[in-house]
C-alpha cells in the first residue's frame, strides 16, 4: 500500500500538461549541425570571435567546413585555454539551461526517455555520437566542448548500445560498435584509472583549474568556486584527508593535484559534494562504487554482445572480467555491518564511512548477492524523504549531498530495487518522485535538473553554497525520469496519484 505523510489532497498539474511539457522539451533541446549557432552558445566560459567548430586530428576539416559552411580548425591548433564546440555527426539531446551540449551520463537516461516516448532514431544517433567520441576523442567526453577533452563521465555507452540494439535489432551495427566499447573500456582500466586492486577510480586527467568553474561558478559577489574553496580552506580544519596535498596556506593557492582532483570529481558527475571529504578531492584515492558497478556491468554487457554475435570464447573472457571485479568489489566495498556498498580507500585501505546512494549500483547492475540486495532496502531509512532520495544523509551545502535529490539517482534505485523484488519500495519511491514533480509544476511550469527532496520542492533557496548554485530548466534527464517512472507505475498506483492530486 502507498502511503505518504501528505495528509490532504494537493494541487498538481494535470499529466497531460506534463507529457505534453516533456514532448516539446525534446524538440526544444535538441541540436544539430543545422543549427551551429545555437548549439554554439555557452555561458559557461567567456565567448568572443566568430563561431569555430573544432574537430579531432584524424577529421577532414576540409569536407566539414565545406557540408557545413562554418569555420573549422583541428584541435591541433588549438590555443591554449581556447574554449569551442567539438563536432559531432548527428542531432543529440543537450540537458537544458546552462548545459547546451552533449553530456556523458545525462545522454543515457535521456535516451532511456526518448527510446519510451517512440523516438528510436533520435536515441539511436545519440548513441552514434558517443561512439564517434571514442574513435575520434579518444572516450565519451564529459560533454563536447574543448575544455572537456580531459575527462569523461561515468561509463553506460554498453547500455546505450544493447538498448538500441533491442529496440532496432541491427546486428551489423552492433558488431561496428565492439571496438569502441572495447577501447572504451580501456580508457577505465589502464594507466591512472587502474588503481593497485585492480578496480577503478575517476581521475581528472589534468592539474590546471576547469575553465567551466573559472568563469561560469560565480555567485553574487563575483567570487568562483575555486575561491570559495580557498575561504573554506583559510577558514576550516579539514580531518578527512592530508589538507597539504591539495592547498599551500603561505600562498593561499590551490595545488595542482587539487586541480587533477576537482576534475576527478567532475568526471565521476557528482560536481560537487562532500563524499570524499571538503569538495571531494580525496576522490584520488578511492575505487567508487559506482564507477566499477557500472564496469561490472559494462563487461556483462560486452559478454551478452559476443554472444549475440555467437563469439563463445570472448564472451567467456567478459564474463570472468565481471565476475572477478564482483569478488573484488565484494571483498573490498561490502560493509556488513551497514549493510552498504562503500567506497575503498587504496592508500589508507578503508572503507568510507559515508551513505550514499552510489550504494544502489550493485543492484541496477545486478552483481550484489540477495542477501546485500536486502540489506540495502532495508537501509532506505537512511535516504527516503517526501520527494523520493536525498543524495546522501549529510547536509553539506553541495548540490550532490541531503537535500538534493537528483532523477537519475531515482531511477538507477528504483530499477535496482525491482531487480531484486522489491516492488513495493520501488513503487513507493516512484509515486513520491511523481507527486513531487506534478505539484511543483503546478506553481513552474517548468521540470528541473534538481530537487530538495525533504521539502519536496524545486526552489532551493540559499541551500547550495558550492559549485554553481543555479537550478536549471529542461530538464533532460528528469523529463526521462518521469516519463520511465510514470509508464512503470502500477495502475493502482496511478490511481492513487491521481486521488492525492486536486488538478486545476
Known sequence: MLTSSITQAQTCAPLSEVRDYIR??????TRSNDSLAHSAVDSKVAQKGPLTLWVAADEDAVRIQRELKVDVRKLSDLPPHESGLLYLPHPYVVPGGRFNEMYGWDSYFIMLGLLRDGQPDL??????????????????????????????????????????????????????????????????????????????????GSDQPAPEVVYGER???????????????????????????????????????????????????????????????????????DLNALLYRMEMDISAIHTLLDQPRQAEIWSQRADTRAETMRRLMWDAKAGLFTDYNFVSEHQLDYPFLSTFFPLWAGLATPEEASAIAGNLPLFEKEGGLQTSTNVSGN??????????????????????????????????????????????????????????????????????????????????????????????????LEAKCLTR
Open 24 to 29: 516539446d522539451s525534446w524538440k526544444s533541446l
Open 123 to 204: 536515441a539511436k544517433s545519440i548513441t552514434d555520437n558517443f561512439l564517434y567520441e571514442v574513435r575520434h576523442y579518444g572516450k565519451v567526453l564529459n560533454a563536447n566542448r574543448t575544455y572537456y577533452l580531459t575527462r569523461s563521465q561515468p561509463p553506460f555507452l554498453s547500455r546505450m548500445v544493447l538498448d538500441v540494439y533491442r529496440s532496432r535489432g541491427d546486428t551489423p551495427w552492433l558488431e561496428r560498435s565492439l571496438p569502441d566499447l572495447e577501447k572504451y573500456y580501456e580508457y577505465w582500466t589502464t594507466g591512472s584509472h587502474l588503481t593497485p586492486t585492480g578496480l577503478s577510480r575517476y581521475d581528472g
Open 219 to 289: 555567485d553574487e559577489t563575483g567570487a568562483n568556486h575555486y575561491d570559495r574553496v580557498r575561504d573554506y580552506y583559510r577558514t576550516h580544519e579539514v580531518t578527512e584527508y592530508n589538507l597539504a596535498a591539495f592547498y599551500d596556506p603561505s600562498a593561499d593557492q590551490l595545488t595542482p593535484l587539487f586541480y587533477r582532483a576537482d576534475r576527478a570529481m567532475r568526471e565521476s558527475g557528482f560536481d560537487p559534494s562532500a563524499r570524499y571529504g571538503p569538495f571531494s578531492v580525496g576522490i584520488v584515492n578511492y575505487d567508487s562504487v
Open 399 to 496: 548540490q550532490w549531498d541531503a537535500p538534493y535529490g537528483w532523477a537519475p539517482l531515482q531511477l538507477v534505485a528504483i530499477e535496482g530495487l525491482r531487480r531484486y523484488g522489491f516492488d513495493a519500495d520501488a513503487e513507493r519511491l516512484s509515486f513520491k518522485f511523481l507527486h513531487m514533480i506534478l505539484r511543483d509544476f503546478d506553481q513552474h511550469h517548468t521540470i528541473k535538473e534538481k530537487y530538495d527532496v525533504i521539502e519536496a520542492k524545486s526552489d532551493l533557496g540559499d541551500g547550495i553554497k558550492f559549485g554553481y548554485t543555479s537550478n536549471e530548466i529542461g530538464f533532460g534527464w528528469t523529463n526521462a525520469a518521469f516519463v520511465l517512472l510514470w509508464q512503470d507505475l502500477s495502475e493502482g498506483g496511478k490511481r492513487t
